[in-house]
């Protein structure tokens, strides 16, 4: 089963409206990229079998359903499409927008403690990482910056924390839950870490070039946006053509840091060039 069957097949909620709102979201699970990444990380450092692991990886597909489901809302970035399809607010509420992703939350917190082909030190290990990676710390305080930061000139340091925060924590969590699902120890953790810390900031770099290369209907979004509203973003701040030198960089410094693993990085060190120069 994978995670996009494993989602389909497990949530439903007792209220009719609510329900329908959580199918309509689950019936479009986006590309699984960071499910990929819980399962290229884990394949680098084990071969067995383990569907605890498609586990893992569902909760973190759900935990990103929920931040784009609360990120689209009026309140925020006030989105009208997602996944090529009109957001979650647009066809039911607002209200109903929030509780699906509140309950997306929960679900996925509880998916991982409840998951017995893990142990419970992984277990723990597993929540701890993933809470960091969506509290004040990670998804929700870096869009607090990201809003704040509308009309705003930043340094690029400051643009690179918003995304480390917004956009790379979850993906720096997938990365390190799939090693930790496989019992990586500390040093191949850290050589992890710092292929997820290049590799989330070269995924924002291209989200920000497709944005003003792309149309609504390729992307699955709104494009444009972030200009319209002057965000900050690499575009922006550094030229279309710097932003691309950017993004190949940190692709090569991401690259660099699984050199060390040789082929047994392949699916992971293929799967970050398709991330970056959108090939998936």
Known sequence: MTPADL?????????????????YVLKTPGKQLRARLVDASFQMFSQRP????????????????????HDDLPAMDNDPLRRGKPTVHTVYDDATAILVGDGLQAAAFGLISRECGLSAEIRIKLLAVVTEAVGFAG???????DMAAEGAS?????????????????????ILSGALCADAD????????????????????????????????TLGKTAGKDLAVEKCTY???????GAQAEAERLLAEALDSLSRYGDRAAALADLAVAMVRRET
Do not use: P
């Not at 989602?7 to 199918?23: E, G, H, K, P």
């Not at 383990?50 to 489901?69: K, M, P």
């Open 186 to 217: 500390a040093t191949d953790i850290a050589h992890l870490d710092r292929f997820a810390g290049a590799i989330g900031l070269a995924f924002q770099v291209a989200d920000d070039i497709l944005d003003v290369t792309q149309s609504s209907s």
């Open 235 to 241: 575009v922006r701040h550094l030229g279309l053509e």
């Open 139 to 145: 998804m929700v305080g870096g869009q607090a910056l």
């Open 50 to 69: 383990c569907e605890a692991v498609v586990s893992v990886a569902t909760a973190i597909e759900w935990l990103h359903t929920y931040s784009l489901v």
């Open 154 to 174: 930043l340094t690029i340091e400051e643009l690179g924390q918003i995304h480390r925060q917004k956009t790379g924590a979850l993906i720096r969590a997938a």
């Open 7 to 23: 989602q389909a097949a497990m949530l439903a909620c007792t209220d009719s409206r609510l329900n329908a709102a959580l199918q």
